[in-house]
Every structure is written in structure tokens, then in C-alpha cells.
């Protein structure tokens, strides 16, 4: 069993910037790609970031890409989201997985099989 635990979520001002973290325990994810979701109140969750195992490849949406960086510390068993130039409609929950051994697929739900609980950023205008 993996867990994985997100922080560093709260409440920002827009421009402002926040990290998230995603602690895993459990068994190790240093193996695994890692991603980030997020969800916004009445609407469905939607993919944010990801990272391949070594950290040598990243994926974005294009709603977050140049504001947002994901990263890796595969020695901690962490990874981070770093979000900078924040908007209000970047306000949700977020999420952190691990994707699916040889799945191939980083953008959907599907390709990923443990999550954490969440972490809430607020963006006020």
C-alpha cells in the first residue's frame, strides 16, 4: 500500500505563488511517474502536471503551463508542485497520484491507481 499526502495548499492573493508537496509513505514511488489533479467546486477533476519516475520528462496542462513546475526528490519520496502568477480560477482541490506501471497514460484519471486526499488552494481576486 502507498500513501501519499499533500500539502502546502492555503490561501493565496492572485499573483501570488504557493508549493504544493506530496509525501509518499508506504511503499515507495520512486519508480512510478507522478501527477497532480485538481478539482474546482461543481466541476469535474482535470489534470494538472506530471513527472516521469527519473524526472526527465514533465507534462502540463495547457491552462498552467509557464506558471507551474513539477519536481521530484526521489531521495524524500516527495513530490512538488511549485505555482507561481496564480488566478483565481486555479482555486480547487489538489491532488497528487501515481500513475500506473506502463499505463502510458499521464492526462486521465485512469492512468493513475493511488491518490492523496487533497490539498485546498484559494486564489482571491
Known amino acids: 500500500q502507498v500513501q501519499l499526502v499533500e500539502s502546502g495548499g492555503g490561501l493565496v492573493q492572485a499573483g501570488g505563488s504557493l508549493r504544493l508537496s506530496c509525501a509518499a509513505s508506504?511503499?515507495?514511488?520512486?519508480?512510478?511517474?507522478m501527477g497532480w489533479f485538481r478539482q474546482a467546486p461543481g466541476k469535474e477533476r482535470e489534470f494538472v502536471a506530471a513527472?516521469?519516475?527519473?524526472?526527465?520528462?514533465?507534462y502540463y496542462a495547457d491552462s498552467v503551463k509557464g506558471r507551474f513546475t513539477i519536481s521530484r526528490d526521489n531521495a524524500k519520496n516527495t513530490v512538488y508542485l511549485q505555482m507561481n502568477s496564480l488566478k483565481p480560477e486555479d482555486t480547487a482541490v489538489y491532488y497528487c497520484?501515481?500513475?500506473?506501471?506502463?499505463?502510458?497514460?499521464?492526462?486521465?484519471?485512469?492512468?493513475?491507481?493511488?491518490w492523496g486526499q487533497g490539498t485546498q488552494v484559494t486564489v482571491s481576486s
Open positions: 513527472i516521469s519516475w527519473s524526472g526527465g520528462f514533465t
Open positions: 497520484a501515481r500513475n500506473r506501471v506502463g499505463s502510458g497514460n499521464y492526462y486521465q484519471q485512469t492512468g493513475y491507481d493511488y
Open positions: 508506504g511503499r515507495t514511488v520512486n519508480n512510478y511517474a
